[in-house]
């Protein structure tokens, strides 16, 4: 038996665009679009070449069994396309698909359901496509019903269904008949907490007993929680594949402006809330001149000066450089407060000097925000002179020579401010 439950080489799906249905021609016209288009062939062929639009293009990549992949990716990236290839909606233009097992998919709510038959009947339907006996989907039915919480509704049809009880019968019909490999699209972000919660525990049991999961989300916490590893499509092609945090990673750092160390960044444009009263104009950043390219590392160093405008002289008790991870959470965060600092501003321009200690990170991406207030508006974004939640993106690399990890918590740091002049 085959280790992979999925292995694609080569697959690419091709739509045209830009075409319409014409009505039907006489024999004549026929004949006459032929005779002309011996002497245009090229133009013609160059021309339908053209309106090829690939939705996938040379996607190749082997899914053990037992498995649970995420699959992730911008609009637009193919996913979904990939996903109706393996369910056996749509063939591929190019390559070869080799799937182990029986596939059952969830790709909208309510796929494969007939609205004019009631919930009991569509899940005997939906098993007996799946290629399940009767006997079988039979000794499953209870516990569908159960998980769908629909047992008041199972023999009514399902037009009458709302979407979250289409949603909750679909998934359960799914995850239950027991298929080899299941194909889970964006579909949960329909249903509300307590049901995404079953659902990803549902998707744990099936990995844990042996079958695959296929998941798509743009939940990228879902995704980290349920999957092992993880592909990452873009324009139609595969990007990365691997560990989950590594691809969740590239993911969310695509859109981000990484700078080098020692460079100036210009933060005057970058998205903001505050009076405006003060704001941060730019920022630079490194850790020391004997790492490489004074790219800061774990447990190591890292200086962060940044230049403020004021439009008169001020005294400022709130003044912070925080770090945040690829989830939102926040890492760092080296606050004037925090060392009963008070920050003097002049009129015009002001240039200060955080040296972070330590920072003690895992090695990864990490986004740098910067902060200015009074101390009464500590909490409050909109009063505060300047908030700016990314202003732009580093990274923390592995110094091999040092001891010391770092850890992914907020923890106290050690810093100091100064004044540049």
């Not at 390559?95 to 969830?106: F, Q």
């Not at 080899?180 to 990803?200: S, Y």
């Not at 403020?308 to 965060?333: C, H, P, Y």
């Amino acid at each position: 038996m085959s280790t992979h439950a999925i292995r694609l080489i080569g697959v690419g799906k091709s739509y045209r665009r830009g075409t319409r249905r014409q009505g039907y021609e006489t024999l004549r016209e026929a004949v006459t679009d032929w005779m002309r288009g011996l002497t245009a062939r090229s133009d013609r062929l160059r021309e339908q070449s053209d309106g090829l639009f690939w939705a996938l293009q040379d996607v190749s990549m082997d899914v053990p069994c037992g498995s649970a992949l995420g699959m992730i990716g911008a609009n637009g990236a193919g996913k979904s396309t990939l996903l109706k290839i393996l369910s056996r909606v749509t063939e591929p233009t190019t390559g070869e698909v080799h799937l182990n097992g029986r596939v059952g998919s969830l790709l909208e709510v309510g796929t494969g359901f007939h609205p004019e038959l009631t919930g009991r009947e569509n899940v005997m339907l939906n098993g007996a496509i799946l290629g399940m006996k009767r006997a079988e989907v039979l000794s499953k039915f209870d516990a569908i019903v159960d998980f769908a919480e629909t047992a008041a509704f199972i023999d009514t049809p399902v037009k009458h269904y709302s979407s979250g009880m289409y949603l909750r019968l679909a998934f359960a019909v799914a995850a239950h008949l027991e298929p080899e490999i299941l194909l889970v699209d964006e579909v949960l972000a329909v249903g509300d907490a307590a049901f995404q919660k079953r659902c990803l525990g549902r998707m744990n049991d099936v990995a844990r007993e042996g079958r695959t999961v296929i998941f798509v989300s743009h939940n990228l916490d879902a995704i980290r929680r349920l999957c092992s590893h993880a592909v990452m499509l873009e324009r139609g092609h595969v990007v990365t594949f691997g560990a989950t945090a590594d691809v969740i990673a590239r993911y969310l750092s695509t859109d981000y402006q990484r700078p080098a160390p020692a460079t100036r960044i210009d933060v005057s444009t970058q998205p903001r809330i505050g009076t405006g009263a003060a704001r941060f104009v730019s920022v630079c950043y490194c850790a020391t001149a004997s790492s490489a390219g004074g790219q800061p590392y774990s447990s190591g160093p890292l200086t962060i000066v940044v230049e403020i405008e004021s439009d008169r002289a001020r005294e400022v008790r709130s003044m912070a450089v925080f770090l945040t991870d690829q989830f939102g959470t926040k890492v760092i965060n080296a606050d004037t407060v925090h060392i009963n600092q008070t920050v003097s501003l002049d009129a015009g321009r002001n240039v200060f000097r955080f040296a972070i200690h330590a920072i003690h990170l895992m090695p990864g991406f990490y986004r740098v925000g910067l902060w200015l207030a009074d101390p009464v508006h500590t909490h409050s974004p909109s009063a505060a002179y300047d908030f700016v939640e990314s202003a732009f993106e580093l990274e923390v690399t592995r110094d091999e020579s040092r001891s010391g990890a770092g850890t992914g918590a907020l923890v106290p740091c050690d810093f100091d401010v100064e004044a540049l002049k």
